[in-house]
């Protein structure tokens, strides 16, 4: 069989060309990374489906079975992250993207179980229409692991029920005046919308950390989903 020279060409040309390395983010886009865990018991939350909400132009992702994650989101943006899974409840995690590549550390989501049992604690039933805001108050943003005791929470504009503090079990203590080291604080039968969440506490200088700045530092602003909790994270630092 004779090959004529062109052909020979095209053909060391593709036996030689080299191998392509794995595509980066779409242009203007960063890539996040993220690891889900249980809330109860620590181990990862795999399958997750992780979805930019209401932006149909960014493509999901699904955790693994370590329960990370990474997901191109545009740059520079406010973002609400959609969190979904059968066997746990609806997150929505409140985000300002960075212009460079980012890794926020470990999420944790309440299993339905526990979140049956953390909506029932908001002293009424919880309408499936309306959702959550999920107030986090932490000593730091990187490990995220020691709650800050002796905050409140105002959300503007008001709606639901709430602030409800977490007691020491973590589930929501209607007996309780301020935030503890066991739990989140909660605003329950929150109607879907905007909201604005503005943290008090009276010994500490606090700031934001994981939501959509306001107009001061110690207010963000999140978005609230039918079904679902929407979290934001105020740092205390020691």
């Known amino acids: 069989m004779r090959f004529s020279q062109a052909m020979l060409l095209v053909l060391c040309c593709a036996a030689c060309a080299p191998e392509q390395g794995p595509a980066g983010p779409p242009p203007g886009s960063v890539v996040m990374k993220v690891q889900f865990l249980d809330a109860r018991s620590g181990g990862p939350v795999s399958g997750l489906e992780v979805c930019a909400a209401e932006r149909e132009d960014v493509p999901c992702a699904h ?3 370590d329960g990370k994650v990474e997901l191109a989101l545009p740059a520079r943006e406010e973002i609400m992250l959609s969190c979904v899974v059968r066997t746990h409840v609806p997150m929505y995690m409140t985000l300002v993207t960075p212009g460079e590549a980012f890794d926020v550390g470990v999420f944790r989501l309440l299993d339905s179980v526990v979140g049956n049992l953390f909506a029932a604690g908001g002293g009424g039933l919880q309408d499936p229409a309306n959702g959550i805001v999920l107030v986090n108050v932490y000593d730091d943003l990187v490990n ?11 959300l503007a504009p008001l709606a639901g029920v709430g602030p409800v503090f977490g007691g020491s079990n973590g ?9 503890t080291t066991g739990g989140p604080m909660a ?4 109607p879907p919308g905007p909201r604005k969440v503005v943290l008090t506490h009276p010994g500490k200088q606090c700031a934001g950390g994981f939501g959509w700045p306001g107009t001061t530092a110690l207010e963000l602003r999140t978005q609230v989903f039918p079904g679902g909790m929407s979290t934001v994270t105020f740092i205390c630092p020691p």
């Open 171 to 179: 589930l929501p203590d209607h007996s309780l005046s301020a935030s």
């Open 63 to 65: 955790t693994g079975d």
């Open 187 to 190: 605003f329950f039968n929150v």
């Open 144 to 154: 995220r692991t020691s709650r800050v005791a002796g905050a409140t929470a105002d």
